[in-house]
C-alpha cells in the first residue's frame, strides 16, 4: 500500500492564527479561553469560551465573497491556503485526481442563527437570497474546491465532535488506496453564537468556569472555534515535489458505541483505539504520544482513560497523554483538526503540548497526562482519539518521518 | 423616473457590480456590468429591503418575470411601479 504523508497543515482557531504560531501556544500551555462576546451572550448561563478575537473578516474577503462564506467557510480557507502554502501548491496538481474532506458539526451555523433572528424574533419576512449556499454543511469542502481546483471526490463528514477526524481519516484510506493522489482534509466549526451556545448549556455538559481535563475538579466542556486543514498525499509525491512531510499517516479505525447516543462507551472506544494501531501495525509501546479526546466532563475522561489502560496493558503507563482542549476549547467538528497540530508538533519537534488547568488527581483518571506544563520527549508515534456524541469514534495513527 | 429611486437603484446595482454609481447608465444592461446569477439575487435582494417591496423573480423562470430587469432604466421603472403598487408581488415569498 502507499505511504501516505501530511505536506501541508494550516489553521486558525482561538490560540492563534497559522501553525507555527499555535504550536507556540500550545507549548507555552497558554489559555485561550474567555468570556464570550457576542449579540445576547447576557441571557446565558454559560459565558466562557475559546473564540477567535481580533479577526476581521472584512480585511481578508471581499464583500461577495463575505456573501457566500460563513465563517466556518472562512476559517477553512484560511486554513487550507496555510496548507497549501506549505506544501507548495497553489492549485491542485492533478485536479480529477485530488479532493477535499471537511468534518464539521454545525457548518454555517453563524449564517442559520442570524436568519432564524430575522424571521422568528424580528419578524422579517425575507432573509439574505444565500442563506442557504452560506449555511449548508458542504459550502467549506466546496469553496476549498473552487479556490484551489479540486476537480475529484470532495464532501462534508458531519460527526459531532469526530468529525475532522472521519474527514482526515477517510482523506488518508482514499490516498492510500490509490483513489485519488491527494487530498485537503480537516474539519471546521463556528458555532460560538446565542442560539448555539444556549442550545449546548441546555445539555448541562458545559463548564460555567474552565475545561479542566482528567482533573479531579473538572466540571465540564468549554466550547471553541476554527479550523485545521491538512494536504494529504503519498510520500513519493510530495518528495517529487520537494515538499516536507510533516507526518506519516499510517493508520485509522472508527467505530460505532451503537448504545447511548451521549454516554460514551468503554467498549467502542477501546476497539477504536485498537483498530487504530492494528490499521497502523503500531504497538502499544511505541506510541509516545496521545491527543485525548479529553474533554473535561466527568465521564469521558474516565472512560477514555479506561480505554487507553485497557487497549495498552502496562504501556499505558509510559505514554505521555494530553488533552489540548483546555487551551483551545472543543472546536466539535474541527477539533480533531486542531488537535492535529499538537501531534505534528510532537512528531516533528519532541514537544508535547500540556494538558492546562489540572489542579487535583483523579483515582480514575490515573495516566500521564503532562500537567500543565510542556515537555520534551522523542515521539516515534502517535494517535489522536475523537469520541463523538452518537457514539461515533475515530482513532487516526501517525508516525514520525 | 422619480431621481430618488433611480439614485438608489443606480447605487445597489453599482455595488453589486463594483463600480461607482457614475459608471452606470440607464441603458446598460446587467449583463454589461459583468453581473451574474448570484448578483442579480443580491440585486434583488437589496431591492425588496430597500424600498420594502416584493420582487416577482423566480429564478427558475426568468424570462417569465414580471419584472423588467433588461438594463438599469427598466429596472427603476419596475421598482417604482412596484412602489406604486401596481404589480402583484406574490411570486416571490
Known amino acids: 500500500m502507499r505511504r501516505v504523508v501530511i505536506s501541508g497543515a494550516g489553521t486558525i482557531n482561538a490560540l492563534a492564527e497559522g501553525v507555527a504560531q499555535t504550536q507556540a501556544a500550545m507549548e507555552a500551555g497558554r489559555c485561550a479561553i474567555g468570556e464570550l462576546a457576542f449579540r445576547d451572550v447576557e441571557r446565558l448561563s454559560i459565558r466562557i469560551g475559546a473564540q477567535i478575537k481580533g479577526y476581521d473578516a472584512s480585511a481578508r474577503f471581499t464583500a461577495q465573497e463575505l456573501a457566500l462564506y460563513d465563517p466556518f467557510t472562512q476559517y477553512a480557507l484560511i486554513a487550507g491556503a496555510e496548507a497549501m502554502a506549505q506544501a507548495g501548491l497553489e492549485r491542485a496538481p492533478d485536479p480529477a485526481r485530488w479532493g477535499c474532506i471537511i468534518g464539521t458539526a454545525g457548518g454555517g451555523h453563524t449564517t442559520a442563527n442570524n436568519a432564524y433572528r430575522a424571521v422568528f424574533a424580528e419578524a422579517k419576512n425575507r432573509v439574505h437570497p444565500l442563506t442557504v449556499p452560506k449555511l449548508m454543511g458542504n459550502a467549506a469542502p466546496s469553496h476549498l474546491a473552487i479556490r484551489f481546483g479540486l476537480q475529484g471526490p470532495s464532501f462534508a463528514v458531519a460527526t459531532a465532535c469526530a468529525s475532522s477526524n472521519h474527514a482526515i481519516g477517510l482523506a488518508f484510506q482514499m490516498v492510500r488506496s490509490g483513489m485519488v493522489e491527494g487530498m485537503l482534509a480537516g474539519g471546521s466549526e463556528a458555532m460560538l453564537n446565542f442560539g448555539g451556545l444556549k442550545a449546548w448549556e441546555g445539555l448541562r455538559v458545559m463548564s460555567p468556569d474552565g475545561c479542566r481535563p482528567f482533573s479531579a475538579s473538572r466540571n465540564g466542556m468549554v466550547q471553541g472555534e476554527g479550523a485545521g486543514v491538512f494536504v494529504i498525499e503519498t510520500l513519493e509525491s510530495a518528495t517529487a515535489r520537494g515538499a516536507t512531510p510533516l507526518a506519516e499517516i499510517v493508520g485509522f479505525a472508527m467505530t460505532s458505541d451503537a448504545s447511548d447516543v451521549v454516554m460514551p462507551s468503554l467498549d467502542g472506544a477501546a476497539a477504536a483505539i485498537t483498530g487504530a494501531l492494528a490499521d497502523a501495525g503500531v504497538a502499544p509501546e511505541e506510541v509516545g504520544y496521545i491527543n485525548a479526546h479529553g474533554t473535561g466532563t466527568a465521564a469521558n475522561d474516565r472512560i477514555e482513560t479506561a480505554a487507553i489502560r485497557q487497549v495498552f496493558g502496562a504501556a499505558a503507563e509510559l505514554v505521555a497523554i494530553s488533552a489540548t482542549k483546555a487551551m483551545h476549547g472543543h472546536c466539535i467538528g474541527g477539533t480533531g483538526a486542531v488537535e492535529l497540530v499538537a501531534c505534528l508538533m510532537a512528531l516533528r519537534d519532541g514537544v508535547i503540548a500540556p494538558t492546562i488547568g489540572y489542579d487535583t488527581a483523579d483515582p480514575d483518571c490515573d495516566l500521564d497526562y503532562v500537567p500543565n506544563v510542556a515537555r520534551r520527549a522523542e515521539v516515534g508515534a502517535a494517535l489522536s482519539n475523537a469520541f463523538a456524541f452518537g457514539g461515533l469514534n475515530a482513532v487516526l495513527a501517525l508516525r514520525r518521518i | ?93
Request: charged content about 20%; cysteine-free.
Open chain 2, 1 to 93: 423616473m422619480r431621481p430618488d429611486v433611480q439614485d438608489q437603484v443606480f447605487s445597489i446595482i453599482a455595488r453589486e457590480a463594483l463600480r461607482d454609481p457614475s459608471e452606470l447608465s440607464a441603458e446598460m444592461t446587467l449583463e454589461e456590468l459583468g453581473l451574474d446569477s448570484l448578483g442579480l439575487v443580491e440585486v434583488i435582494f437589496a431591492i425588496e429591503e430597500t424600498f420594502d417591496v416584493s420582487v416577482p423573480f423566480n429564478a427558475n423562470e426568468p424570462a417569465a418575470t414580471q419584472f423588467d430587469m433588461s438594463s438599469v432604466g427598466a429596472i427603476v421603472t419596475a421598482v417604482e411601479r412596484l412602489m406604486s403598487g401596481g404589480n402583484p408581488s406574490s411570486a416571490v415569498a
